[in-house]
């Protein structure tokens, strides 16, 4: 055999080698008809940016009410309304608060009071209340907490508030309320009161 044919030969050989299977990264060769996976360095995981510790965010915290704030209750006594009315210079009105506000049963007008001169023979007393909400609303109560009055309060300073547009001068004390009107009128003679005492209604 020549030469040259021997060369032939072995560089056939090293073809077919060659051919017969699939080199791996490394070098070396799978069997014929495995796929190899390609090695990769393992990259660094992506660090997380560290988190913000989670401010607590605190509840707003409620203002407390104002003292004023809540309904009160009081009575109307005839010979009270009686002395209130005269004091403020309003006697004329007393037959009509007394019967307005329920205090002679049976009499559903000033003409049935039997004696004007002592309007308050066989008087009851009947219970009434004022309320002032936290959004500057004011009303009153009769005896069977009917609304019998409204309007808008505001305070104006520590010793005084106002309903609409008549100023009074106020002290709390406790549970208790006591008021008068600034300059007083009728209407507003008749929701203070002077004197009376006005008790915190427990809710």
């Known amino acids: 055999m020549s030469r040259s044919i021997v060369i032939v030969g072995i560089a056939v050989s090293m073809v077919v080698v060659a051919c017969s299977g699939v080199a791996s990264p490394s070098g070396v060769a799978a069997p014929s008809g495995t796929i190899m996976e390609p090695i990769s360095s393992p990259s660094a995981a992506p660090t997380a940016a560290p988190s913000e510790a989670a401010v607590p965010t605190a509840a707003p915290s409620e203002l407390p009410a104002h003292p004023l704030v809540g309904e009160w209750l009081g009575e109307h006594r005839c010979e009270h309304i009686v002395e209130a009315l005269t004091a403020a210079g309003f006697a004329e009105t007393i037959l009509d608060n007394i019967v ?20 308050c023979e066989g008087a009851i007393v009947v219970p009434h209340s004022h309320e002032f909400t936290a959004d500057g609303r004011f009303a009153s109560y009769d005896g069977s907490h009917q609304q019998v009055d409204d309007g808008a309060f505001t305070i104006v300073d520590e010793d005084t508030f106002a309903i609409d547009r008549t100023t009074f001068t106020y002290v709390v004390e406790g549970d208790e309320l006591r008021f008068e009107a600034d300059e007083p009128t009728q209407w507003s003679t008749m929701v203070a009161l002077p004197g009376l005492v006005w008790e915190r209604v427990e809710e």
């Open 100 to 119: 307005g506000n329920r205090l002679l049963p049976g009499v559903a007008g000033v003409d049935q009071i039997a004696d004007p001169d002592d309007p």
